[in-house]
């Protein structure tokens, strides 16, 4: 039996292939490289030394997905694949219920025809949108003011209906903060396309000279030191957190519940830029900016449920985070793209 990982190419997929391939399962990943690159698959091999099947495949075509679930015994499925650029999300949304929803919609269609009912999903702590901090599980979610969040606050509610249609559905909704840095070994890691939109992914390429300058997003928000505050969880540790998102699914079969995944604890973005310069003692250059349209001033998890119902803690520092982006932006000046 195998996990079938979708957009196991990306950022957050490719490590927790690494996690599942290493605690024994096999592992197939579909994934069309809109946001990643093949050669992705063959680092995964190199850090695990075990195979992995990867099929080029949208999630929007219906035969494509029938071809990898009649080739493979799926038990389930860890649903990474998406679009994830809030702005680009503003200019547009039609790409964005395209590929996030319709997407979803195809694969779950997929799933049920091969009687396969447990899937981990992929969400985002932007489902809880203006809620008072530490955001909690049980609060209302849904007011969102992106439609990138849109499709994360929808697919959720999407998996409840399927949930409640069939008592053979099992079903994890793991709600993502802010993930950052690489695989200890260095092969893998974060590489967005262009200029990257996120901070650490910024903050790597001003200290590897590739860009001139960070601006930091305001400097007068009512938070310790005047910028933004958010929960940074190592993305191993976020990984890992889909392992034992996937053994609550075999222990507890229909059941629907989201789960926080984050650390519990709030970073400045002036933390973040000293804590990199400390771990690396790399020079950050930046200067305090004008704020960005649809920043919340601070958002950080209460990750009690995970720690107690799933038994994931978060076990890496913001130390590490630094430190092991560092050495994926250093050992891959240009990403994945051969040097
Ligand atoms: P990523 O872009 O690195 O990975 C997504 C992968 O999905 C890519 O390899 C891309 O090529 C693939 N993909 C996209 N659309 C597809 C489609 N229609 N068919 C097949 N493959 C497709 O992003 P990531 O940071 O690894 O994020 C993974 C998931 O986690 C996304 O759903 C994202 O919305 C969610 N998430 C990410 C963050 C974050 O800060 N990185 C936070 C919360 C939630
Ligand atoms: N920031 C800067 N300069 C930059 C980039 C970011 O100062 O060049 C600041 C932002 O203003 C924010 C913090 O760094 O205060 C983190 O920004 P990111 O863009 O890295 O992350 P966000 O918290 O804005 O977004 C993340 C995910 C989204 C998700 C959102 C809400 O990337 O997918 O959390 O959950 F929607």
Redesign the pocket.
């Known amino acids: 039996m195998a996990i079938l990982v979708t957009g196991g190419a990306g950022y957050i997929g490719s490590h927790t292939c690494v996690e599942l391939l290493n605690a024994g399962y096999e592992v197939v990943v579909c994934d069309n490289y809109c946001n990643s690159v093949p050669e992705v698959l063959e680092r995964i091999k190199q850090i695990t030394n075990k195979n992995i099947a990867g099929y080029d495949c949208d999630i929007r075509n219906r035969a494509g997905l029938e071809k990898i679930f009649s080739e493979n015994s799926i038990e389930a499925v860890i649903h990474f694949a998406g679009l ?1 650029a ?1 702005g680009e999300s503003t200019r547009e949304p039609i790409m964005y219920y395209d590929n996030n929803i319709s997407g979803t919609v195809t694969l779950l269609d997929v799933m049920k025809e091969y009687n396969c009912k447990s899937i981990v999903f992929s969400s ?3 489902v809880y949108g203006n809620n008072p901090i530490p955001y909690e599980e049980t609060m209302v979610t849904g007011d969102v003011s992106n439609p ?2 849109r499709t994360k606050h929808f697919i959720e509610q999407i998996l409840g209906d399927v949930y409640v249609s069939d008592n053979e559905w099992s079903i994890s909704l793991l709600r993502y903060f ?1 993930p950052i840095g690489a695989h200890e070994s260095g092969l893998i890691g974060e590489d967005p396309n262009g200029i990257p ?4 992914p ?1 903050i790597s390429r001003v200290a590897i000279g590739k860009l001139p300058q ?5 400097g007068d928000y009512d938070t310790k030191d005047g ?2 505050i ?1 929960d940074y969880i190592h993305v191993v540790d976020l990984a890992k957190a889909h392992l034992c998102a996937l053994n609550k699914l075999k222990s507890d079969p229909h059941s629907i519940d989201a789960y926080n995944i984050g650390t519990g604890i709030g970073y400045s ?1 002036l933390d973040i830029i000293n804590a990199f310069e400390d771990a690396t003692g790399q020079k950050v250059n930046y200067k305090i900016g004008e704020r ?1 349209a649809g ?1 919340l001033p601070a958002f950080y998890a209460n990750p009690k449920k995970a720690n107690e119902v799933l038994g994931w803690h978060a076990e890496r520092n913001l130390h590490d985070m630094c430190e092991d982006t560092w050495r994926f932006q250093k050992n891959n000046p240009n990403g994945y793209k051969k040097d």
């Open positions: 994830k809030v985002s702590a932007t990138y969040g802010n939109n996120n901070l650490m910024y960070l601006t930091v997003f305001g910028t933004c958010r973005v960005r920043d």
